[in-house]
């Protein structure tokens, strides 16, 4: 991609400080949206660019939900009010926001003309030097994308026959081109019938990867898909679509069924893999004896992205898959696929004149008049309904859920408008195995869901109920409970959920006994523990509390000190953990956890003498390290300097892959990096830092940014990036920071003086 970054980089960085628009546009396969991804990297995240964001258009304009999710990445204040705003609010709280910012924003795969107009509206052309990327399959809308700023549409073109060589062996043999004579001429000819396409060399390679290596296997391969460069009406070319076919065929059943049921996501959706496998494993997609359901789920979403059949956009530290797609041509086929075996109906803004006989999974992606007729069949066939997955549906059509006999998962996240009535008869269905509710107006839970014996899966993390009903302890198959941070958990008879592993919540009725049944609980199954304060420092006061199957513990809201009993967890693999004051015991403690490879460790305060020295006696598997130091104690508030120093002693964290550093420089001095010794981390790869400008003087964030470079000069081998974040607060020089810092401290010392007269009085 260098050369085609580079290009793209120099039509966009021309200097101008006019917006300047620049489409990128070519047949569906070409890689543009990988082009505008790498080209948003590069500039957009690195840049001098105060705003920026990266949305998908698809070919049904929500615009509604596009300037949401800009303003989920632009402004996270106006994102949280934007709820219930029309689309004009939008546009014009959009519009607002980035005037007299300099803006970058990637519009991913426009469809129409029109489309592209209604999106326009809402970018000032604010003479900053902003810039949008656009890309798109249709000439016309690259033309319409660029005709305000004089520029000219990027367009993308095939692989030449070197690259495409590099690309296809790359995948097959892991090196560029080490084919062997024999298969030299078929070789050549898959990628004559390949055409350059990268997205058709790819999942063609992907394919071959998983065969042998044998001259006739791949001439099979090769005789299955056509040749020639016809377009379809979407601007796809047709061996492609023959392509990618093929390789669904090749697909183990298991996991063409799996892949099937990604067609009830909407396009261009990033699917989150822990949903996805949860109700792969509630259909019954996967068979207990093949090993542990959720390492088997795991396998299938590896093998799909291995098989280039999705496609992976976010990939945790430690390797696993967290979100995913389906390219839009890949969508096309299963949705086409599932509708020939009636697999699943998929309501998304088309007009749907009638429905199955029997609907079997039913997905709902828009509200509007295709829906018209939605409820009449819904309630005729509700007998098979095995799925039911709602992303967004109209007050007037929420169907009451009684009599879904068949139903095993039932997903409400999109559904706004559920009411206690909607659910009162949930207890009806029998089978269900995946319940999962999102923002509604739902005040209480039904004592009937104490009736879903095989549940195994209950995520209420975004709805705002007060508490459960103590009939979830009748729930003794559930593996999983998720709830949000105002909803209470009932303490009685929590011990007998055996066989739940995965736990979120923060309330409970009953701290104290609550404590004590999770003890109960947590000496059979639980891996996972996410909660707050108050329930961890009970939990893990005492060091003979141990939890063997504990794997990862979350600790969001802010605890006193690390708790002591920390250090009796001896498989504890991850933690996340804010603490109020960090000290020397609190870090022996952490470093005594043998097992830990992922810590996330946030405090907001240190100790006086604040030099902490992680030395060669702890911490002997840890790959990754986020550490963020976000003071705001008031009485050092306005202290010039940081009052917590971290070293890494020679030796230190032999294993350590990444390091991820939150830093504010009006309480981080630049000697920070100095002395952090990142020099002595052996197999550093990947070092992170995100400067929080908020409430700082600029010249104490550059030299700050002036250390990092200096010590980073020390890993030339390493994938550096430095951020900065909350740019918009910080102050506009450091003759301001001063008055501020003088005015705190006159009325600190004013402060001081009256509560000694109070105290002598």
């Known amino acids: 991609m260098d050369d085609r970054v580079k290009q793209v980089t120099t039509l966009l960085m021309d200097g101008s400080m006019e917006l300047k628009v620049v489409p990128i546009v070519g047949s569906g396969g070409l890689g543009k949206t990988t082009l505008a991804m790498e080209v948003y990297r590069k500039i957009g995240l690195g840049g001098d660019f105060q705003c920026r964001g990266f949305v998908s258009v698809s070919r049904t304009l929500d615009l509604e939900k596009l300037l949401k999710d800009i303003l989920s990445q632009i402004d996270k204040d106006a994102y949280g009010n934007s709820k219930r705003w029309e689309k004009e609010q939008l546009i014009r709280e959009t519009k607002q926001i980035l005037t007299g910012k300099r803006y970058f924003i990637v519009i991913d795969d426009v469809w129409k003309e029109q489309d592209w107009k209604l999106v326009k509206a809402a970018f000032p052309e604010n003479n900053n030097g902003s810039r949008i990327i656009a890309t798109t399959r249709i000439t016309g809308v690259a033309n319409q994308c660029c005709s305000n700023s004089g520029g000219q549409p990027y367009q993308m073109v095939p692989l030449d026959g070197d690259s495409s060589r590099k690309l296809f062996f790359k995948r097959i043999f892991s090196s560029d081109d080490p084919c062997p004579y024999e298969l030299e001429e078929v070789s050549t000819g898959i990628l004559r019938k390949c055409g350059g396409l990268p997205l058709a060399i790819s999942t063609f390679a992907s394919l071959l990867a998983n065969k042998p290596h044998k001259k006739d296997e791949w001439e099979r391969l090769r005789d299955s898909i056509g040749t020639g460069p016809l377009l379809d009406n979407d601007g796809n070319l047709k061996v492609m679509k023959d392509i990618l076919l093929l390789s669904y065929w090749e697909l183990p059943h298991h996991l063409k069924i799996c892949l099937l049921y990604m067609s009830i996501y909407p396009e261009d959706w990033e699917i989150q893999c822990k949903e996805l496998k949860w109700k792969w494993v509630a259909e019954g997609f996967l068979d207990r004896r093949w090993g542990r359901l959720d390492e088997v789920a795991e396998n299938c979403i590896n093998e799909l992205v291995n098989r280039n059949m999705i496609q992976p956009t976010h990939i945790d530290d430690d390797g696993t898959v967290k979100y995913c797609r389906v390219h839009d041509m890949v969508l096309d086929l299963i949705i086409s696929l599932s509708d020939e075996e009636n697999f699943a109906t998929v309501l998304n803004g088309r007009v749907c004149n009638s429905f199955p006989n029997k609907i079997r999974r039913l997905s709902m992606q828009s509200s509007g008049k295709e829906h018209k007729g939605a409820v009449g069949a819904i309630i005729e066939t509700m007998i098979h309904i095995r799925s039911l997955t709602v992303f967004e549906l109209h007050k007037s059509i929420v169907p009451h859920l009684v009599d879904f006999h068949a139903l095993r998962v039932l997903d409400l996240a999109g559904c706004y408008w559920l009411e206690n009535k909607h659910v009162k008869h949930i207890g009806s269905s029998r089978q269900l195995r995946y319940l999962r509710i999102g923002r509604s107006m739902i005040t209480e839970l039904p004592c009937e869901i104490g009736k879903l014996q095989h549940l195994e899966t209950l995520d209420l993390r975004y709805c705002s109920l007060p508490r459960l009903p103590c009939h979830v302890a009748q729930l003794r198959k559930l593996v999983r409970l998720f709830v949000s941070y105002i909803t209470q958990l009932p303490a009685s008879g929590f011990r007998s959920l055996q066989a739940l592993k995965e736990l979120r919540f923060k309330k409970t009725d009953d701290p104290a006994r609550f404590a004590e049944e999770v003890n109960e609980l947590g000496k059979c199954n639980l891996r996972y ?233």
């Open 529 to 761: 523990l996410r909660t707050g304060e108050e329930i961890a420092t009970r939990l893990f006061c005492n060091p003979c509390c141990t939890y063997p199957c504990l794997q990862v513990l979350k600790m969001k809201s802010v605890i006193g000190t690390v708790p002591r009993g920390m250090a009796s967890q001896k498989n504890l693999v991850k933690l996340c953990i804010v603490v109020c004051e960090f000290d020397n015991e609190g870090l022996q403690v952490l470093m005594g956890m043998p097992s830990l490879a992922h810590l996330e460790l946030e405090t907001t305060r240190g100790t006086d003498n604040g030099k902490l020295i992680i030395g060669s006696d702890g911490f002997k598997l840890l790959k990754v390290f986020h550490f963020s130091y976000s003071l705001f104690r008031p009485d050092v508030e306005v202290r010039p300097t940081g009052v917590l120093q971290l070293t890494f002693a020679p030796g230190a964290m032999q294993a350590l892959r990444c390091l991820r550093l939150d830093l504010n420089p009006m309480w981080i001095s630049s000697d920070f990096f100095a002395d952090l010794g990142v020099e002595h981390l052996p197999s550093l790869a990947q070092l992170e830092v995100e400067i929080i400008c908020f409430k700082a003087a600029p010249g104490r964030v550059k030299d700050l940014e002036c250390s990092i470079e200096k010590a980073t000069n020390l890993l030339p081998k390493c994938r550096i990036r430095v951020s900065r974040a909350n740019e918009d607060y910080m102050f506009k020089d450091d003759k301001e920071w001063e008055d501020v810092v003088a005015k705190r401290i006159s009325a600190m010392k004013g402060d001081q003086k009256n509560e000694r007269v109070t105290t002598k009085n």
